[in-house]
C-alpha cells in the first residue's frame, strides 16, 4: 500500500510532468472513485484550467488550479488518494508514459483500460491517469486536509516528541494514526520502530526524550531512504517480516504479532517488550 515515499513519487511526477498542460475533457464516471460528486462534476470544475501545483501531507495529494482562460481567479483544489495500490500515470505529448506511486509489482499485470479511474485529457494529446485496480482510491474537489497531523516528512523534533509521548498507547498505534503524524503506514512503522530498537508494543506513556529523539532520527533516515530507493519495500528490515526471518542486524529471530490492529515484526532481542 502506498506511504508517504510513494504518494511523494507521484506527487512530484505531477509536479515535473503534468503542470501547466491544458485540461480540454475529464473522465469521471467512476462514481465510487470521485463520490460524493456525480458524473460530470469534476469535468465542468476542471475543463478549461490547468494544474498550478502538486503538494502532498501525509498520503494526501492535492493539485492547485489555474482560473478559466484569462481569469486569475484559481478554481479548486484537486485532492487525489491512491488508496490501497493507486498509480498516477502521466502521458506526455508524444504519447511516452511515465509512473508515480511506487514500483509495478513484478507479477503485475499490463494496465487495463477498465483500471483507469479517473483521467485528466490534456490540450496537448497527453493525459493523467489514475491507474487503479482496486478501485480504492479516490478523487474529490477540495479534500480536507485540516483532519491530518504534520507531515512525517517535516515534522519538527519538538512536534514529533510531543506528539510520539502523549497518552498511553502503543507506540506503533500512535505512528499510524494519520491524525497525529501523517506519512506512516505498516512497513515504515515497523522499519522505523526497527532502527529506533523500540518495542512497537511500548506504550507512549514509557517514551523518554532520547526514545523518542532516536524515533524522530530513525524516521528521517527511512523516509530518506524509501524515497530514494522508490518505496517502504526496500527498507532494511522489510525482507526479514516473514516466518523464520532473523533481525539483519543482530541475527536474533524476529517475532510476529498484531499491533495497533496490523500484521507487526520486531526484533526479538533488541525490540524487547511485552513477554
Ligand atoms: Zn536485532
Request: with cysteine.
Amino acid at each position: 500500500m502506498p506511504e508517504l515515499p510513494e504518494v511523494e513519487t507521484a506527487r512530484s511526477l505531477i509536479a515535473d510532468e503534468a503542470l501547466n498542460r491544458l485540461i480540454v475533457d475529464v473522465d469521471d464516471g467512476d462514481t465510487f472513485v470521485c463520490r460524493p460528486h456525480s458524473p460530470g462534476e469534476l469535468r465542468d470544475a476542471l475543463t478549461g484550467r490547468t494544474l498550478t501545483a502538486a503538494h502532498r501531507r501525509g498520503k494526501a495529494m492535492w493539485c492547485e488550479t489555474s482560473g478559466v482562460g484569462r481569469s486569475q481567479v484559481s478554481g479548486p483544489d484537486l485532492g487525489i488518494h491512491l488508496g490501497m495500490g493507486g498509480r498516477i500515470v502521466v502521458t506526455s505529448q508524444d504519447g511516452q508514459a511515465a509512473e508515480g506511486g511506487g514500483p509495478r509489482r513484478r507479477d503485475a499485470q499490463p494496465r487495463k483500460a477498465e483500471w483507469d479511474r479517473f483521467t485528466l485529457n490534456f490540450a496537448d494529446g497527453g493525459s493523467l491517469v489514475l491507474f487503479d485496480k482496486r478501485r480504492l482510491g479516490r478523487v474529490r474537489l477540495n479534500p480536507d486536509i485540516d483532519a491530518l497531523g504534520p507531515d512525517a516528512a517535516t515534522v519538527t523534533p519538538a512536534e514529533f516528541r510531543t506528539l510520539i509521548t502523549k497518552g498511553s498507547i502503543a507506540v506503533k498505534a500512535r505512528l499510524l494514526d494519520q491524525s497525529r503524524i501523517a506519512g506512516v503506514g505498516n512497513l515504515l512503522a515497523d522499519e522505523i520502530l526497527w532502527k529506533a530498537k523500540v518495542s512497537p508494543e511500548a506504550p507512549t506513556s514509557s517514551l523518554q526524550r532520547k526514545d523518542a529523539d532516536r524515533l524522530y532520527r530513525a524516521l528521517g533516515a527511512a523516509l530518506e531512504s524509501a524515497i530514494a530507493k522508490g518505496g517502504v519495500h526496500t527498507g532494511d528490515v522489510i525482507a526479514a517480516r516473514r516466518p523464520g526471518g532473523t533481525c539483519p542486524r543482530c541475527g536474533a529471530e524476529m517475532r510476529h504479532g498484531t499491533v495497533g490492529g496490523r500484521s507487526t515484526w520486531w526484533c526479538s532481542r533488541e525490540q524487547p517488550g511485552r513477554a
